[in-house]
């Protein structure tokens, strides 16, 4: 099994960064995909970026050309740059790993962009 464990959230204003971080507690070498997801209040989780072993990357629309996704393997860590943040980016942001077909979650960490 694999532990992650989101650091880096905060509060940030309109146009603000932040990067967040997502440590696993094993090699995330061999561990295909790897992403962040996000959750407002009252709204369902949804994909937010996701980084693949081969290297690719998938944004939703609404981050595109705002966030970039990367993974470190040398460190087991997954990143997620986040510019130009907008209020409707505020949301607690969960990091995902498909480890061996298992779902695994971290605890999640708050961004809140304030206008």
């Known amino acids: 099994q694999v532990q992650l464990v989101e650091s880096g959230g905060g509060l940030v204003q309109t146009g603000g960064s932040l990067r967040l971080s997502c440590a696993a507690s094993?090699?995330?070498?061999?561990?295909?995909?790897m992403g962040w997801y996000r959750q407002a209040p009252g709204e369902q989780r949804e994909l937010v970026a996701v980084?693949?072993?081969?290297?690719?990357?998938y944004y939703v629309d609404s981050v595109k050309g705002r966030f970039t996704i990367s993974r470190d393997n040398a460190k087991n860590t997954v990143y997620l740059q986040m510019n130009s943040l907008k209020p409707e980016d505020t949301a607690v942001y969960y990091c995902?790993?498909?480890?061996?077909?298992?779902?695994?979650w971290g605890q999640g960490t708050l961004v809140t962009v304030s206008s």
């Open positions: 980084t693949t072993i081969g290297g690719s990357t």
């Open positions: 995902h790993a498909d480890y061996l077909g298992v779902e695994v």
């Open positions: 094993r090699s995330i070498f061999s561990i295909n995909a």
